[in-house]
């Protein structure tokens, strides 16, 4: 018989008017079992035939709705003890179906693929095949998984939040499911990479590399669950395995690209990228420099030079990138890598890297302890953070005593600011920890320290050129208690400074508003009498000549203690 002959009697095999209904399957009879049995070979036939005859779409049209009622019938009845498929596995028989949706989708046209597309309930009937593949665990065999991972690739509005909605219906009823379908898919296939196919494994990773891709910006939810679940850990080692691979140089960029999203995401970007740097992201960035990939990744050079250099400014960040680099990088030493365009770069991270370990081991031991000034503006006393207490109408400011509290309520414009501070209602809840926050300020200590000459010479440029101006710069757009703490620090006797702390967390940069309590106001008075000497009417100062002038002046001059820096909480 003909190929194209067969066609018909497909189309006759599975006729609708035959599907066994509901009440059948309870206890099926042998006609049922006769009919399920028929249709379920006419589509094992069907796939048969579409490889030696072309499959037209005038009959792909016609035959089609016979094909997905079949195909829907199987599926849904897959719990059932069913005699017709008894000795068919369920990878099997999603095998079939699944092959037989391929005819329709490849190669690919408008006609034949919106048959699929515009069908409600595919993308179920998908999710639920591929969570039987998976939950089987076994890569080897390949063309079901290579031709579920076809359809996913080819799908181009999984992201709609109806069609995601189908898919998640299949696979469980809660994006945390398919979250967790993604993950387990991924980590299999990676104990397969070394016996797969070069074209199947691209295929098989394109699938969920592909839904992800199109749910970024579309599926919030959906990836925040798979990144509560641990796909930064996966992405981070596909790339240290990848990057040694020539073959999987498209699966490498899609890898790396999704790290960039992910680790990027405002408000967590701190949270993820110490994930993936405890996963080994330095040891993946130096794999793809070195590996025998046709060039460096353009996302290997976004994480030498900005992602992994700006969180250095978190203390769990920091703490990963000590453990990396304590167990030492061979690869850095290589002349491959050596040779390569971004080892400036690595070198640059590698010392702002120790800079940063030094301030976290101060840290940890003691060397910067997190303190709290009262914010009465005329007491200096500095305490521990458990020995002071907050204002308890608005949560936003401390003090040392009752005494101060009402001195500052009634004198130190605390009665008009708490009033903003409520009014703006409930704080939303920091993102960042107070140990955090408190290695911030640590951090800009140390800064200081390093710096303080060169600031104290900024200072009196900025008094000379600005008599009388406060060193309270707040142009930028702030939190309520940033406003009223400026105020407050003008009316400090000068005391009190605000400056404004850029933090790049991801792609977003946020400005933190960080106060600088001193003590005394002695080293402010000493600037300003060096300012008084300054002839009038020189402009604005070089700081080259005021270091030239009264750099020794400056440096003379002493703190009986260093001031106290606190990270306001937003």
Known sequence: MAPEHIFPIIYANLDPDLTPSPQNMESPSSTTITEITRAFFALQVFSTACRRATLSDEVAAEIWPRIWGWISFVDFYRDYDNPALRNVSQPQVYSTLIQAICEFCFPVGMIR???????PGWRTFITRA??????EGDFTRETQFHNLCTIMVRDMQAAHPTNFRELIDGVGGNVDDLAALVIQHLKLLLTYLDVAQTTSIRVMLGGPFQLLIDT???????????????????????????AVDARLGDPLGSCLRLLVSMTGRPLDSFR?????????????????CTSNIDGVPPQTEYFLQEAIPRALVSYSAVVQVERALADGFP????????????VYAWDRLAILATERIKVMKDYSGGG????????????????????????????MVYYCSWACQYVDWRDGGHRHDCKIYTAAGPRKPEHLSARERS????????????????ILLHKIAFMYERPGGTFCMTSLPTSPHTLCNSRRAARSDPRTEIIMMMITEGVTTRVRAVSVRFRKSNIYYALRRIVDRIPAGLGILDISQVETHFGAQVRALREDDEPVFSLYAE
């Open 331 to 342: 690869l850095a030493s290589l002349p491959s890598f050596r040779a390569s365009p971004l």
């Open 368 to 395: 910067y302890a997190t303190l709290r000034v009262c914010d009465n503006i005329k007491c200096a006393k500095v305490t521990a953070k458990h020995g002071i207490k907050q204002c308890s109408a608005c949560e």
């Open 216 to 242: 970024d910006g579309k599926q919030p939810e959906f990836w925040h669950a798979i990144l509560k679940q641990g796909i930064i850990t996966v992405l981070t080692t596909a790339i240290c395995r990848f």
């Open 439 to 454: 290695f911030m300020c640590a951090l800009l200590q140390s800064d200081y320290r390093a710096q303080r000459h060169t």
């Open 130 to 135: 591929w969570s039987v593949f998976v939950a």
């Open 272 to 288: 993820w990228m110490t994930e993936a740097l405890k996963s080994g992201l330095m040891k993946a960035v130096l794999l793809c």
């Open 113 to 119: 693929g919106k048959l699929v597309t515009d069908t």
